[in-house]
């Protein structure tokens, strides 16, 4: 059963004809429905667990519209206070999220960068600081910013896909407080070899690592996911908040406070000619690795 208000079921979604067309910077045409349809919440049988389904075909990509739903979604689940836990999780049958969607890089538009990565910023907040229990249930690929969302959660399962930064294979860095996640997550040793070498893990490798908790069959991932918000909403919630306080505190409050120093770095960096190139040839090798 579906219940948030913005954020339209999925039934509802499919009953409108396409509304959203727009051509990237290298001339693909994308089509898709409208943002509010990219984010679903539903219910589960235990009034205290929703689940967060990205639903924007074809990659999850975060655009600054998508980036600014999966925030909304989360800032209304946490609005109501019987929420205590919520799954995060992807529509799309392979790719939980392609990560950063790459038209916002390459050849951007100058005004629109800087709102791009402060809402890219946001979602970090939203998600990674949520009051809310966070349930990775990661059923497909998720590379860079699509490994960002997973390393926001909690509690990671995955049954498919390959997971990891691999910023520097599109000749960029991750941010800092990514990269500090990921330290944070995996210890110091592992995260420089796996930043440099942009190395992306599949699930054993990736279990081995630490990058996940748990990989489970394709067909348990919402069983599991529900399995495992229940365990973590059984801790009383002020013990569980204060313990995310406790882990993720410092470095959420480093980046509130460099965030407009970070929103110009970025735009600095992105704008550089070597990195537009840079960009521009690894935007056109996804584009014709499928031919
Ligand atoms: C100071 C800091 C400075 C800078 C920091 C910048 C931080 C960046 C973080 C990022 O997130 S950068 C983005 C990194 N993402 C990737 O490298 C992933 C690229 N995508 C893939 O490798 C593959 O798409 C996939 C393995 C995820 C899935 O493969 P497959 O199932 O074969 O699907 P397709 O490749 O056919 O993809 C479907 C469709 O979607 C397009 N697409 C995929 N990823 C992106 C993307 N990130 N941005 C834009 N578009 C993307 C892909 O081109 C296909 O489009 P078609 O038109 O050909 O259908």
């Not at 836990?85 to 990560?99: D, E, N, R, Y």
């Not at 950063?100 to 390459?106: G, K, N, P, R, S």
């Not at 040793?189 to 942009?198: H, I, P, V, Y």
């Amino acid at each position: 059963m579906m219940f948030q208000q913005s954020s339209r079921s999925l039934l509802d979604a499919s009953k409108k004809s396409s509304s959203f067309r727009w051509t990237s910077s290298v001339g693909r045409t994308f089509s898709s429905r409208s943002p509010q349809d990219w984010v679903t919440t539903e219910e589960t049988d235990d009034p205290s667990i929703a689940i967060l389904k990205m639903n924007r075909a074809p990659a999850n990509t975060l655009s600054l519209e998508m980036c600014t739903e999966i925030s909304k979604a989360i800032k209304e689940l946490e609005s109501n206070k019987k929420t205590q836990a919520v799954i995060l999780t992807s529509s799309l049958p392979t790719i939980f999220s392609a990560g950063l969607d790459l038209t916002e890089l390459h050849n951007p538009d100058k005004d629109r960068l800087p709102a791009f990565w402060g809402a890219f910023q946001q979602l970090y907040f939203d998600l990674y600081g949520s009051r809310l229990a966070t349930i990775g249930a990661i059923n497909g690929h998720a590379p860079a910013a699509g490994c960002m969302l997973a390393l926001s959660c909690d509690y990671r399962i995955m049954s498919k896909g390959n997971i990891g930064l691999n910023e520097s294979k599109l000749g960029i860095c991750a941010p800092p407080w990514l990269g500090q996640q990921f330290i944070d997550t995996i210890g110091l040793r592992k995260a420089e070899l796996a930043l440099n070498m942009g190395t992306l893990f599949d699930t054993k490798a990736a279990l081995d690592i630490g990058l996940i908790d748990e990989i489970v069959g394709e067909d348990d991932v919402m069983d599991v996911a529900k399995t495992r918000a229940s365990q973590w909403v059984a801790i009383p919630a002020p013990a569980r908040v204060a313990c995310k306080e406790l882990t993720r505190g410092r470095q959420l409050n480093e980046l509130k406070e460099n965030r407009k120093q970070d929103v110009d770095h970025f735009c600095s960096f992105v704008n550089q000619e070597a990195m537009q190139r840079n960009l521009g040839f690894y935007f056109e090798q996804l584009a014709k690795r499928k031919k």
